[in-house]
């Protein structure tokens, strides 16, 4: 049984007039949706997809193809809803996918440029990729991940809920391991901080003060966009089974899932995770998208997310 704690925080930033993120936090489902949109639909676009994952979110044991069914419910849902407004979204998240072959496992699932980052020990590890127009440019080797940073059209995304019939949701699989953490977040947060500020300030034992303290950061950086991070630790989880080599000229087999994927088990513990202080309870839908020009103390609960019990 993986066991998690998490610390959550969103704002609307400094330029925008709505927050137009959502997050999903249900262990062991945890997303970020960015949504867009005219005429403020963005907001509509990624609260579908939450609602979507947040179906799956009860299901014992949660498996790979029922977030991926969910983020195809969710994109036939937005695509409905499109004839009246345009509006689309990412999702990006965390899955923890227990019993599965090889020990308990995270599901990583992307689709757009919100980000999932895992905390190394002195760097920050960028799980997913983006789907974007920066960063296909990256890839061809025309620009750095430093020029695509602070590019002009680095908010243009190339897949998102919403887009096209056909989702091309990306996922990976990693090894859940105690005292990993991870960092879910959307690009208001990724676009304003270099990573070695989010580094340092995801080093910050408590997840809920690492989550405010790394919004905080980005708001102070300028608060461009809607801004969300949740971090998730791993506080205990069971490990993968050690697999001896066949030396008895065996057969070839199916590779175990956690050597497919790599093992990332670290040795050294480079923090230690902290008690969990988001808030928690029934689940929830808190429907408060951001004041017009609020101050700057407007870091917390302030948009829309699921929030569902800390443990299950
Ligand atoms: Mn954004």
């Known amino acids: ?61 949660l498996f790979v193809e029922a977030v991926l069914a969910a983020l ?41 440029d919100s980000r999932v980052y895992r905390l190394a020990a002195d760097h920050v590890e960028q799980l997913t990729v983006d789907h974007s127009e920066v960063q296909e440019l990256v890839l061809a080797g025309v620009l750095t991940p430093e020029q695509a940073r602070v590019h002009p059209r680095r908010n243009i995304v190339t897949r998102a809920l919403g887009s096209a019939p056909v ?42 003060h690492a989550a405010e303290a790394l919004v905080a950061a980005a708001n102070d950086a300028g608060g461009h966009d809607n801004v969300t991070a949740v971090v998730v630790d791993i506080e205990s989880a069971a490990p993968a089974p050690v697999f001896s080599p066949a030396t008895d000229g065996a057969d070839e087999t199916l590779t175990p899932r956690d050597q497919q994927f790599g093992e990332r088990r670290r040795p050294g513990e480079r923090r230690r995770p902290g008690k969990p202080s988001a808030p928690s309870g029934p689940s929830a839908l808190g429907d408060t998208a951001g004041d017009a020009a609020g101050p700057p103390a407007d870091v917390g609960l302030a948009g829309l997310g699921l929030i569902g019990p800390d443990r299950t």
């Open 1 to 61: 049984m993986i066991r998690f704690s998490h610390g959550i925080a969103t704002s609307v930033g400094r330029v925008r007039r709505v927050n137009e993120d959502s997050f999903l936090v249900i262990p062991p489902l945890y997303a970020v949706a960015d949504g867009m949109g005219g005429h403020g639909s963005g907001d509509v676009a990624s609260r579908l997809a939450v609602e979507a994952l947040a179906r799956c979110a009860g299901l014992r044991p």
């Open 72 to 112: 195809e419910e969710a994109n036939r849902v937005i695509i409905d809803r499109n004839e009246v407004n345009r509006m689309g979204t990412t999702v990006t998240g965390l899955a923890g996918l227990e019993a599965a072959i090889g020990g308990d496992h995270l599901m990583v699932f992307n689709v757009g």
């Open 167 to 208: 989702l091309l949701p990306e996922h990976l699989l990693v090894p859940a391991t105690g005292g990993d953490r991870f960092l879910i977040c959307s690009d208001g947060l990724h676009g304003e901080l270099p990573d070695e500020v989010i580094l340092s300030l995801l080093a910050i034992a408590n997840p809920q």
